[in-house]
C-alpha cells in the first residue's frame, strides 16, 4: 500500500522558516516526478513548487520564489521544501505528490499525502 507522509509543519512567526517533509513507502518513487501544493479553507488546491526525477529541473510558483526551496532525496523516497521568509499569507495546508508528470496542475498527480499545517503568525 501506498503512503505518502508529510511532517516538519506547525507554527512560526512571520519572517520564520519551516522545512517540510514527505516521505513516501510502499513502492519505490525514483523516477517519478514530486511536488508540492497548498490549501486554505474555501480556495482549491495551488501549486507551490516541483522536482522532476533526476532532481535537475525545478519550477515554483511565482509567490515563491525566492523564499522556498524544493529538493529530493530519491534514495530515501523523499521529497522537502524549504520555507524560508515566511508570510502570513503563506499559511495553507501542505500537501506533497508524486506523479509520471511533472506538472502544475493537481490531476497530474497520482499519490498525495493527508496534509500538514503551516500557521504564519504576523
Known amino acids: 500500500q501506498v503512503q505518502l507522509v508529510e511532517s516538519g509543519g506547525g507554527l512560526v512567526q512571520a519572517g520564520g522558516s519551516l522545512r517540510l517533509s514527505c516521505a513516501a513507502s510502499?513502492?519505490?518513487?525514483?523516477?517519478?516526478?514530486m511536488g508540492w501544493f497548498r490549501q486554505v479553507p474555501g480556495k482549491e488546491r495551488e501549486f507551490v513548487a516541483a522536482?522532476?526525477?533526476?532532481?535537475?529541473?525545478?519550477y515554483y510558483a511565482d509567490f515563491v520564489k525566492g523564499r522556498f526551496t524544493i529538493s529530493r532525496d530519491s534514495g530515501r523516497n523523499s521529497v522537502y521544501l524549504q520555507m524560508n521568509s515566511l508570510k502570513p499569507e503563506d499559511t495553507a495546508v501542505y500537501y506533497c505528490?508524486?506523479?509520471?508528470?511533472?506538472?502544475?496542475?493537481?490531476?497530474?498527480?497520482?499519490?498525495w499525502g493527508q496534509g500538514t499545517q503551516v500557521t504564519v503568525s504576523s
Open positions: 505528490a508524486f506523479g509520471g508528470a511533472l506538472a502544475t496542475m493537481t490531476g497530474k498527480y497520482d499519490y
Open positions: 522536482i522532476n526525477w533526476t532532481g535537475g529541473s525545478k
Open positions: 510502499g513502492r519505490t518513487f525514483s523516477t517519478y516526478h
